[in-house]
T-cell receptor, first 113, second 115 residues
């Protein structure tokens, strides 16, 4: 089955700096890659996603890149703010195959003011 | 903004007891899911549910687990005879169906502690 690895497990940046979180996946059939943000006491919230027919997607300060050949994808947050502090999860699935998301282990991002 | 709600937020039970975790998915969503996260481990898929039947389930979802949509608004996960290793955060999720069906919306979770 699919295996998703996520790095780093913790990331500390200064407010205003950029943050990059990287994930690799094992199943070349995976074609949908969402990123979730989990704040304390809340469930994972979808922040951005990308399908395998696209190499990059951007939404304001966040962007995701996908390299299908290397089977890795990354989350980029620019101009980080203290409210970006949270745990971020990457995931992979095969679209239209039951939405069985395989999650990475999570990255705790701390943005220091 | 519509959201998935889960009750209770915390549940403590004795080993061997039955527990029911409750979820109210987003009202116009068609697909429903349970995931869990054991402390220190990854979030894991348990089961997906559509049109009043299970559409996919993982190896974790054995005969001790069952799901039900009893009344058109609630979606429940029952664990018949809890074990210590069932202690985890259980997340319910729903998705709308159609072209954006891969977008899952998660609830805040129920922390289950089996003593």
């Amino acid at each position: 089955g699919e295996n998703v690895e996520q790095h780093p497990s913790t990331l500390s940046v200064q407010e205003g700096d950029s943050a990059v979180i990287k994930c690799t996946y094992s199943d070349s059939a995976s074609n949908y890659f969402p990123w979730y943000k989990q704040e304390l006491g809340k469930g994972p919230q979808l922040i951005i996603d990308i399908r395998s027919n696209v190499g990059e997607k951007k939404d304001q300060r966040i962007a995701v890149t996908l390299n299908k050949t290397a089977k890795h994808f990354s989350l980029h947050i620019t101009e980080t703010q203290p409210e970006d502090s949270a745990v971020y999860f990457c995931a992979a699935s095969i679209h239209n195959a039951g939405n069985m998301l395989t999650f990475g282990g999570g990255t705790r991002l701390m943005v220091k003011p | 903004e519509p959201e998935v709600t889960q009750t209770p937020s915390h549940q403590v039970t004795q080993m061997g007891q039955e527990v029911i975790l409750r979820c109210v998915p987003i009202s116009n969503h068609l697909y429903f899911y349970w995931y869990r996260q054991i402390l220190g481990q990854k979030v894991e898929f348990l089961v997906s549910f559509y049109n009043n039947e299970i559409s996919e389930k993982s190896e974790i979802f054995d005969d001790q687990f069952s799901v039900e949509r009893p009344d058109g608004s609630n979606f429940t996960l029952k664990i018949r005879s809890t074990k210590l290793e069932d202690s985890a955060m259980y997340f319910c999720a729903s998705s709308p169906g159609g072209a954006t069906n891969e977008k899952l919306f998660f609830g805040s979770g129920t922390q289950l502690s089996v003593l």
